[in-house]
């Protein structure tokens, strides 16, 4: 029968009693190579009921289940009378009830002595074990993430001096996830132990089984040490504290590195440090280099942070102008036309998209109304002018800044004209090039 409601579900999930709720934070799947029985006792006088909170391995609530014993009962149970048709991985008891609970483990094909462990109680964000010989035997962990959010397991072998030997992060677990871990990843060395440790707490089950001979021979549980959090050398993390000017032109990439960029640590080096570099908008990203998308033009803020190879910083923005891309035209030179009759040499430059520079240019200042302008192949008639009338006036060797208007853009020409307007002629002209 069930006789949970949803709010106390959630209410479990997100509650302090966690710690002192009775729990198996093992079960082997049915078909795996060892087999797992529930031997329940209700060693009380009066009927008792069992509730239970199930999960699969990835941390995921299955459907609550309840069983009850008459007083003085036993009842074997596998992982499937629990949650027919899932993978049970661990459970909770979440009633106070009398009914006593052993779990036994043995390989699949029951060739060796079970092994019998009880429900736990106990959470500690650290646990010590004492390892078995390698080669004689192996230790196994079952591990469950007791905490509310995602966290990092990570194991370590210290000696009996207290020195820390090696480390390795065995698992990233989803909240009430459990992971399985073997310690043959270690140097086999004597007199020393274990440490599994994490931010938040875990419940695990510790095993132990033989290897001499044909399969595990001799299977049983071993000891494991609930200890406080931790304690290290607290490591500062680097501080970005500001960054050079960065600009590129769009269509273009920048790589992004550490030179560029101002950096505080107080007690790591710079080649300690790793610069990463996040995604975010109007730009795309491989590695450390950015690429503005299509068509942008501004400002790219992008985050990065910086690792010592202990803590990260902060996150920090990193500026990036991106200005427009170039027009090919910009700079092209346009020779003018040697004019004997009224004087005019020099050339015309096209310097951004609103100016034409006229350089070394002359001019006799004959001619009525005489103007410069610009045209499309070589078409000057309904071409914008771009200066005042340069009748009357002479020029030698001589700089003008001319406008383009706004209503003209680098599309519209491609030559220039010193032009009589009066009688639509052509004193002298140049196609940019």
């Given at each position: 029968m069930f006789r949970f409601s949803t709010w106390l579900c959630l209410s479990l999930l997100t509650s302090p009693l966690w710690a002192q709720t009775r729990m198996v934070p093992h079960v082997t799947p049915s078909a795996g190579d060892f087999k797992t029985e529930l031997l329940l006792v209700n060693p009380s006088t009066t009927e008792q009921i069992l509730d239970l909170m199930l999960f699969t391995a990835d941390g995921t609530p299955l459907e609550p289940t309840s069983r009850t014993l008459a007083a003085g009962a036993t009842q074997v149970l596998t992982p499937e009378d629990l949650a027919p048709g899932e993978v049970l991985s661990h459970f909770l008891v979440t009633n106070d009830s009398d009914i006593e609970i052993t779990v036994s483990y043995q390989d699949a094909q029951g060739n060796n002595s079970a092994a019998h462990v009880e429900t736990s109680t106990r959470q500690a964000v650290r646990w010590r074990i004492?390892?078995?010989?390698?080669?004689?035997?192996?230790?196994?962990?079952?591990?469950?993430?007791?905490?509310?959010?995602?966290?990092?397991?990570?194991?370590?072998?210290?000696?009996?001096?207290?020195?820390?030997?090696?480390?390795?992060?065995?698992?990233?677990?989803?909240?009430?996830?459990?992971?399985?871990?073997?310690?043959?990843?270690?140097?086999?060395?004597?007199?020393?132990?274990?440490?599994?440790?994490?931010?938040?707490?875990?419940?695990?089950?510790?095993?132990?089984?033989?290897?001499?001979?044909?399969?595990?021979?001799?299977?049983?549980?071993?000891?494991?040490?609930?200890?406080?959090?931790?304690?290290?050398?607290?490591?500062?993390?680097?501080?970005?504290?500001?960054?050079?000017?960065?600009?590129?032109?769009?269509?273009?990439?920048?790589?992004?590195?550490?030179?560029?960029?101002?950096?505080?640590?107080?007690?790591?080096?710079?080649?300690?440090?790793?610069?990463?570099?996040?995604?975010?908008?109007?730009?795309?990203?491989?590695?450390?280099?950015?690429?503005?998308?299509?068509?942008?033009?501004?400002?790219?803020?992008?985050?990065?942070?910086?690792?010592?190879?202990?803590?990260q910083s902060d996150s920090y923005l990193v500026q990036v102008t991106v200005t427009a891309a170039e027009d090919p035209r910009i700079g092209t030179v346009a020779t003018l036309r040697n004019s004997a009759t009224y004087g005019i040499s020099g050339r015309a430059v096209i310097v951004d998209e609103r100016t034409i520079r006229l350089e070394n240019f002359s001019y006799n200042g004959g001619g009525p109304d005489v103007r410069v302008y610009l045209g499309l192949n070589n078409d000057f008639v309904n071409g914008p002018i771009i200066s005042d009338s340069l009748s009357g006036t002479v020029f030698n060797n001589e700089t003008l800044e001319l406008t383009i208007p706004e209503s003209v853009s680098l599309d519209d020409f491609n030559a220039i004209s010193i032009w009589c307007t009066l009688f639509s002629i052509s004193f002298s002209e140049g196609t940019f090039q």
């Open positions: 004492y390892p078995a010989t390698l080669g004689d035997a192996l230790d196994g962990l079952a591990i469950v993430n007791m905490d509310d959010q995602n966290r990092d397991i990570q194991v370590r072998q210290v000696g009996y001096d207290g020195v820390e030997i090696a480390r390795a992060t065995i698992a990233n677990l989803n909240s009430k996830a459990k992971g399985l871990y073997l310690f043959n990843d270690f140097t086999t060395r004597a007199e020393t132990w274990y440490e599994v440790f994490s931010p938040g707490p875990l419940a695990l089950t510790a095993l132990r089984f033989s290897t001499a001979g044909e399969g595990a021979r001799f299977f049983w549980a071993t000891a494991a040490v609930p200890l406080p959090a931790l304690v290290e050398n607290e490591n500062q993390p680097p501080t970005i504290t500001g960054q050079v000017d960065l600009s590129i032109t769009a269509g273009t990439s920048l790589t992004l590195t550490l030179d560029q960029l101002t950096i505080e640590d107080p007690d790591n080096a710079p080649e300690d440090w790793v610069l990463m570099v996040a995604d975010g908008t109007n730009y795309t990203r491989d590695g450390n280099t950015i690429t503005p998308v299509d068509g942008f033009v501004g400002m790219l803020d992008v985050p990065v942070t910086c690792s010592d190879g202990i803590s």
